[in-house]
T-cell receptor
């Protein structure tokens, strides 16, 4: 069983569309994350939730809206997609929000906006 | 402020050579954690190792070894007898004490390792 799974893995869509990426973890972790990896491989945190509560909200356009229905799921919805949104989006989880916990990543979702 | 520097953007070696990937970090925290992740061409991010700031012992896992030196703020990663399957982008990361109640991982920019057959 995949510990952190996200769907879809590949997504090609037109500018202006709205899309969602779903994420689920079966590790029993309290904390989940969304990271964005750009074309230069730079990894940057976007959001973090702890037990369904938003705890990190980086400077991200408000077109991006995370939703955590329960602590095992953290979905990412993106409105009005732009070319610059093309990237790889990684979902991840850790035991809890304390420093030093290992973060386990999903396999990534490749988003291409055309 | 916390920072992780991986000065080597790309390294190419021939199979069976040893290679060291450098990681230099900056933090004012006395308690912090360092990590290495591997991102193979297939794209997933694979956790390799976690080390806390109080444990300076070097670690070896098969062909992989890690050298943590607080005096130079470095956490270098060595692959012995490299193999083509080691080709990947390797990330070093730092996690310090929480600010505002929430900690963040700081990732380096990654080092792309190419192992040539």
């Amino acid at each position: 069983d995949t510990a952190v799974s996200q769907t879809p893995k590949y997504l090609v869509t037109q500018m202006g569309n709205d899309k969602s990426i779903k994420c689920e973890q079966n590790l029993g972790h309290d904390t989940m994350y969304w990271y964005k990896q750009d074309s230069k491989k730079f990894l940057k945190i976007m959001f973090s939730y702890n037990n369904k509560e938003l705890i990190i909200n980086e400077t991200v356009p408000n077109r991006f809206s995370p939703k955590s229905p329960d602590k095992a799921h953290l979905n990412l919805h993106i409105n009005s997609l732009e070319l610059g949104d093309s990237a790889v989006y990684f979902c991840a989880s850790s035991q809890d929000r304390r420093s030093g916990n290992t973060i386990y990543f999903g396999e990534g979702s490749w988003l291409t906006v055309v | 402020a916390q920072k992780v520097t991986q000065a080597q953007t790309e390294i190419s070696v021939v199979e069976k050579e040893d290679v060291t990937l450098d990681c230099v970090y900056e933090t004012r925290d006395t308690t912090y954690y360092l990590f290495w992740y591997k991102q193979p061409p297939s794209g997933e991010l694979v956790f390799l190792i976690r080390r806390n700031s109080f444990d300076e012992q070097n670690e070896i896992s098969g062909r992989y070894s890690w050298n943590f030196q607080k005096s130079t703020s470095s956490f270098n990663f060595t692959i012995t007898a490299s193999q083509v399957v080691d080709s990947a982008v390797y990330f070093c990361a730092l996690s310090g004490l929480p600010t505002s109640g929430t900690y963040k991982y700081i990732f380096g920019t990654g080092t792309r390792l190419k192992v040539l057959a």
